[in-house]
């Protein structure tokens, strides 16, 4: 397993070009899910310096806290409510520009900005958890963003 992150240069897409093979690495012989979300939180994280990052895990009917980087977070999100709990909910990634004009979003930070939130799958394709990532800037996530990070959280699936 890698002791550290490689630095990573060069565009968005490269960026995660260069990242995925090396998420792929740390993360194939690691059988328990928290532990590999926590790998990918820290490793996206440190990659692209975003607010915060991290994964929310379906218990029961809400989404639970879990692995993540980043400020303090909300601990329980109801379906369906924020930017979450909508992901949840419709099982489609959501990219929000700016978290002021999302109805019902969920105010865990004032500092965050625009945020991104992935559906993660079991074998049988129902949503376990989502990937939450927030950006202190407006507009950050496009669907780059979307495609990569749909490609990493199969790695979890």
């Given at each position: ?69 980043g400020p303090l977070a ?84």
């Amino acid at each position: 397993m890698a002791e550290h992150l490689e630095i990573i240069e060069g565009s968005k897409a490269e960026r995660y070009a260069a990242l995925l093979p090396q998420i792929e690495s740390v993360l194939e012989d690691e059988p328990d899910p928290i532990a590999r979300m926590a790998n990918m939180a820290a490793m996206l994280h440190e990659t692209f310096r975003w607010w915060w990052t991290g994964f929310y895990r379906v218990i029961g009917d809400e989404l639970v806290l879990g692995p993540f980087q980043g400020p303090l977070a909300c601990t329980r999100i109801r379906r369906g409510r924020g930017v979450c709990g909508t992901a949840w909910d419709k099982d489609e990634t959501q990219i929000v520009p700016d978290v002021d004009k999302f109805p019902g979003h969920i105010a865990c930070s004032s500092a965050s900005r625009s945020e991104i939130v992935v559906p993660v799958h079991d074998a049988q394709g129902h949503v376990i958890a989502v990937l939450d990532i927030d950006s202190a800037e407006l507009a950050t996530f496009d669907e780059t963003d979307k495609e990569w990070l749909e490609k990493m959280v199969k790695i979890l699936e």
